[in-house]
Structures are given as structure tokens and as C-alpha cells.
């Protein structure tokens, strides 16, 4: 990373992002919203690069934001200790075999706190036979001194050796919960902080009632945990391989009360507020809930019309964003019939702009 990492760097950027924070949302909470920091270095469990061949030699980059200049990375200081001593490692090793740094234009990892780690290899060529002998030959040497996994992607193309996936281990209020994180799929990024966000809806809604309707649950990283508050938890996703990873996640934690199911929030909204007949909600048995409580995680985009609309209908609402100006405008018509009881900056992103939120509302 070009830019210099330091506690004062750090607590200068954070100070500017609560100022910002506390400006813009402060006619819906007057009071100090909860702030969550950010270790300064080894925060992040995802990093991906560009690679350079130059000559003999091969190495990460990435470019400038602002001069769009490429340079190079030998090191990634906000990226967790596993990835750093990965990256130097594995293109040594690369480089002295053709099959395997011949066309390689781009390395991602996908890491941990449980310390495994995934690597995906992409190129612009076929992956044949003697690239599958050799990435096994490789990951058998890495084994050594990593819990490691290899995918390979070309154009139309996908191989394995041997999963596309880390088992994390996240502790949650002295529990160790464990989630399928499937490479180039959605995962919260920085796993501390992640783990910061779930103890905080944990704690907002400790006194809640009946059950728990969640949107965009992706791989059931609240979902899991929060079914501890609640009798039953009903939670949507429309990634295929988000709901698959959150059925094993189910599984290996041994929760009997959480279920998910393949539907965006969209369709679930129509057939919450119309009664749309849809087969994908066959056998789920809806009329039974005694939905109290509503939490959201949509995209940067936000929530639609119609799912603040249904979401409005919920006594409690948890509602945790990673777009400040989209969020903003939910409030705006949220406030109708909520109030902001309490508000949260999680630093999930140092050293950038960007801002994750939580913000818990009840009926007025």
C-alpha cells in the first residue's frame, strides 16, 4: 500500500469520517452514535492484484487511484498475516514454472482468522493438464506451511485444487461460530470489525420478541448468530453459492432455527405486502411467524421503495449499511413511522472514504 500507515494517520482519517458521520444523520440521533476502530495494519481478509512480468522476474502491482500509475507490491501491510506471508512466497515460486506464470494476469486471496486461505489464479489461456499437475505439485509445498487451496479461472473455465473455500472461525461473544467464505463471493472484508457488527445487533436487539426476518443475509453471517434472540430467524439471499454456503453454515453450528430462503428481497417484499403466490416460498410455512424484528444488509444501492415500505411494518428495524448517502434517504422515509434509537460507525475500511453503518429504529 502506498500511502504511509500510522496510529495518528489513522485516528486523523477516523476523526473526519465521525465528524461526517454525526452531520449528516444528526436530525434523526442527537446523541453520540458508537464508534468501532479498526486495527491500523493486517485488517483486511481479502486482497487481489495485478501481475507484472517483467523479464525473468514477476510481481504483484496495483494502481494509483488518482495518477491510474501502476506499482508494484511486495508487501500489503492492511492485509492479515497470512496473506503477507503467502504473496512473496508464492510468486517465487511461480516464476521458475512456465506452465504456471505463463498469461497469469491476476492473483486474489481469500484469508482468515482461522488462518486458511484460498488463492485464484486468473489467466488468459486454457487451463490443461499439465497446469493441474503442476498447481497440485505446488499447493502439496505450500501445504507445508499453509492451509491453502488453489482455483484456477480462465475465460469459461474453472479448476479446483482442492475447495474454492476457507472455513472461518469468528468469536462472537465468547462463541466460536464457523462460516463458509467462498472465493468470489461476497465476505465481509475486515474480520474484526465484522465480528464488531454482529455483537452490536446482538446487543440492540437482546431484548426482542418472537422472530426475525432478515434480507440480504448472504451467507448468514448475522442470521447465525442472531438466532440466539430470537425464536425463529427467516432470512433471503439470491446468490445460489451465498445460500449453499449458508446451509452448511447452518450445519456445522448445529442451529435448528434458522431458515433461508433463495428469493431477492423484491420478491419477498410482493409477496409479503400483495400475497404473490411463489414457488420458491412453498413450504416454508410464513403464516406461522411472528415477525417482530426486521434486519437489512442491502448493497450500495440501498433498499427500493417497496422494501421500506414492508420493512416499515416491523416494530424493531436493524438496518446495517455500507452506503451513508443511500441509508440517509432510507431514514428519510423510515422516520414516518421509526425512530433512531441507536447509531453505529463501524471502520470497516481505513485509510479509504468509505463508511459501514448500523443504525436500530423501533415504532414510534
Aim: charged letters at 25%; glycine letters at 4%; hydrophobic letters at 40%.
Amino acid at each position: 500500500m502506498r500511502q504511509q500507515i500510522s496510529q495518528s494517520l489513522y485516528d486523523e482519517q477516523l476523526a473526519v469520517k465521525v465528524h461526517e458521520f454525526k452531520n449528516r444523520f444528526q436530525r434523526f440521533f442527537q446523541e453520540d452514535p458508537d464508534i468501532y476502530t479498526s486495527a491500523i495494519h493486517h485488517f483486511r481478509s481479502r486482497a487481489e492484484f495485478r501481475v507484472w512480468h517483467d523479464g525473468d522476474d514477476l510481481f504483484h502491482i496495483m494502481f494509483d487511484q488518482a495518477t491510474k500509475e501502476k506499482y508494484r507490491v511486495d508487501q500489503f501491510p492492511i492485509a492479515n498475516e497470512t496473506i503477507n506471508a503467502l504473496m512473496h512466497r508464492l510468486l517465487d515460486e511461480i516464476k521458475t514454472i512456465p506452465i504456471l506464470r505463463r498469461k497469469l494476469f491476476q492473483i486474489d486471496y481469500l484469508s482468515g482468522m482461522s488462518g486458511e486461505i484460498v488463492v485464484s489464479l486468473l489467466y488468459h489461456k486454457p487451463l490443461c493438464e499439465e497446469w493441474k499437475t503442476a498447481i497440485t505439485t505446488l499447493k502439496s509445498k505450500l501445504s507445508i506451511d499453509f492451509k491453502i487451496n488453489f482455483v484456477g479461472r480462465a475465460r469459461k473455465q474453472k479448476e479446483l485444487v482442492d475447495n474454492d473455500f476457507i472455513i472461518e472461525k469468528l468469536p462472537i461473544k465468547g462463541k466460536e461460530y464457523l462460516f463458509k467464505h467462498v472465493e468470489n463471493s461476497f465476505t465481509q472484508p475486515n474480520a474484526k470489525i465484522n465480528c464488531d457488527m454482529i455483537e452490536w445487533a446482538l446487543e440492540v436487539t437482546s431484548n426482542a420478541e418472537n422472530d426475525l426476518l432478515e434480507l440480504y443475509c448472504g451467507a448468514g453471517n448475522f442470521s447465525l448468530p442472531m438466532a440466539q434472540n430470537f425464536g425463529r430467524v427467516v432470512a433471503t439471499e439470491i446468490s445460489r453459492t451465498s445460500v449453499d454456503a449458508a446451509q452448511y453454515n447452518i450445519s456445522v453450528n448445529k442451529i435448528d432455527n434458522v431458515d433461508i430462503l433463495r428469493m431477492s428481497s423484491e420478491e419477498f417484499s410482493d409477496a409479503y405486502l400483495n400475497g404473490k403466490q411463489l414457488k420458491r416460498l412453498e413450504g416454508s410455512d410464513l403464516a406461522s411467524l411472528n415477525v417482530s424484528t426486521v434486519l437489512v444488509d442491502p448493497p450500495r444501492a440501498g433498499l427500493d421503495s417497496d422494501t421500506v415500505k414492508m420493512i416499515s411494518r416491523f416494530d424493531n428495524i436493524v438496518y446495517i449499511s455500507c452506503n451513508p448517502e443511500t441509508l440517509e434517504q432510507n431514514l428519510h422515509d423510515l422516520a414516518e413511522t421509526h425512530e433512531v434509537k441507536r447509531l453505529a460507525l463501524f471502520d470497516q475500511f481505513p485509510y479509504t472514504h468509505h463508511i459501514e453503518s448500523g443504525v436500530y429504529l423501533t415504532r414510534r
